[in-house]
């Protein structure tokens, strides 16, 4: 694919795009979708695709409806979003920060509707048991999450929001984010560690190292936005199936280029698989 193919207004990281990502676990990119990416996008995800279409007909009908659209893996990916996966922004992204040993792992799409609740604070690194010696073999290595908003949001209004260098916090049971955000671990990461609320407007993405805290707030029901649109591309570094490591289905392997048939090929989880290879 070429340059200019791109659904992105940049081709690769700044060397502070980097430095944030080592330093804060993450990276937040306003309005980086072209406004072809963006529209595209959004029109593919709410006009194109059943059962996004009668879920928005739905809260048409229905405004006091809470309950989110949620999918995973996302496997019904037409056009825009099928070229999100390795379209050369985010493989300049990724190998800028993690290097090429990584595969992808799992996609979702997910709409918010006004009244929905909050997402409390959690970390998505914690796909591994703790207790299994493959696990901690491996809890250490990358596992990248790429949040994409196509209509944005406003902060008290479903934003994301997170807590900068939480990342470098051991992931040991008993760390959890009120202790974090209390304080006691300032000293361990060398920086104070605190809550940080985001806004961002259409066209959006967040590249966050999953070892972060981050956390979603409500939509309030008087929202001006009916519904909040988020999907997500994950990758992990080469190793073991994660949780949620989705199997590939075999029409995306078929049509797959050579570069996109090394990011898909890998295990992916079944049950037992982390004991099998013990
Ligand atoms: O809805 C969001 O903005 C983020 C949700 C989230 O934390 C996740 O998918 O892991
Ligand atoms: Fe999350």
């Known amino acids: 694919m070429q340059e200019s193919d791109s659904l992105f207004r940049l081709s690769g990281p700044s060397q502070e795009d980097i430095d944030s990502f080592h330093n804060d676990g993450y990276i937040a990119y306003p309005d980086v979708f072209t406004d072809d990416g963006r529209e595209g996008l959004i029109e593919e995800i709410t006009q194109h695709f059943e059962p996004t279409r009668n879920y928005i007909a739905e809260l048409e009908r229905n405004p006091d409806n809470t309950r989110a659209f949620f999918m995973r893996p996302w496997n019904e990916r037409r056009e825009y979003s099928d070229r999100l996966i390795d379209d050369p922004f985010i493989t300049n992204l990724l190998s800028a920060t993690i290097r090429d040993a990584y595969h992808f792992c799992h996609s979702a799409l997910n709409l918010a509707p006004k009244g929905i609740g909050p997402i409390r604070y959690h970390y998505d690194h914690h796909h591994w048991r703790y207790e299994n010696p493959i696990n ?62 985001l806004e961002l407007p259409p066209g959006s993405m967040v590249y966050i190292d999953a070892r972060i805290f981050h956390g979603v707030e409500a939509k309030p029901l008087d929202s001006t936005q009916p519904y909040r649109i988020f999907c997500i591309d994950i990758f992990k570094q080469a190793g073991p199936p994660h949780l949620y490591t989705q199997e590939i289905p075999s029409e995306w392997m078929e049509r797959a280029t050579p570069e996109r048939k090394k990011l898909f090929t890998r295990d992916g989880y079944t049950e037992g698989c982390w004991n099998e290879k013990q």
Do not use: C, M, W
């Open 136 to 197: 901690l073999a491996e809890r250490n290595k990358y596992y990248i999450q790429i949040l994409y908003y196509p209509n944005g949001f406003k902060r008290g209004d479903r934003n994301l929001k997170v807590i900068p260098g939480s990342h470098k916090v051991e992931p040991l049971e008993g760390v959890t984010p009120e202790r974090i955000l209390a304080g006691e671990f300032d000293d361990k990461v060398g920086r104070k560690l605190e809550e940080k609320r």
